[in-house]
């Protein structure tokens, strides 16, 4: 079977972790793009957007904090998944993420095979969204050219 990559965009202000875990999807086939900052994530997503399945987003970041960037993404880029990343002590503030629309999220050091299981989810949940998408505007046109009645 033909693995489609994910296209993750990794957003976190710490260096070393952000590589690791690019080198790491990376090897197992996934696009990766990444950011440093949330100001970074949204200016790339500005230019990205339909380049990007799902960003895995610090919450703990100087400037903007990772609520503040998901803020942003569910206005501007809503089809996007987010998946929070969360050290001990913000995990409350995770949960508060996906009260806002964040797919899920992980604990710090993030576990690479509950990451990818994530990321899967994640994905699932765009493609099954954009379909419907797909199926709705085709309904639309049906009934525009007056074929649906
Ligand atoms: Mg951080």
Request: hydrophobic fraction near 40%; proline fraction near 3%.
């Amino acid at each position: 079977m033909i693995k489609i990559p994910i296209r993750v965009l990794i957003v976190d202000d710490e260096k070393d972790f952000v590589e690791m875990l690019s080198l790491r999807l990376n090897e197992v086939g996934e696009k990766v793009m990444s950011a440093y900052s949330g100001k970074e994530c949204l200016d790339l997503l500005e230019k990205e957007k339909d380049n990007v399945d799902v960003v895995v987003l610090d919450i703990k970041m100087p400037g903007m904090d990772g609520i503040e960037v998901l803020g942003e993404i569910r206005k501007r880029f809503p089809l996007i998944e987010t998946i929070m990343l969360t050290g001990h002590g913000t995990t409350e503030t995770a949960v508060q993420g996906m009260k806002l629309g964040a797919f899920d999220y992980l604990l710090k050091p993030a576990d690479f095979a509950d990451l990818q299981e994530k990321l899967e989810g994640a994905r699932k949940r765009k493609d099954e969204q954009e379909e419907r998408i797909r199926q709705a505007e085709a309904k639309l046109l049906v009934r525009r050219s007056g074929g649906a009645f």
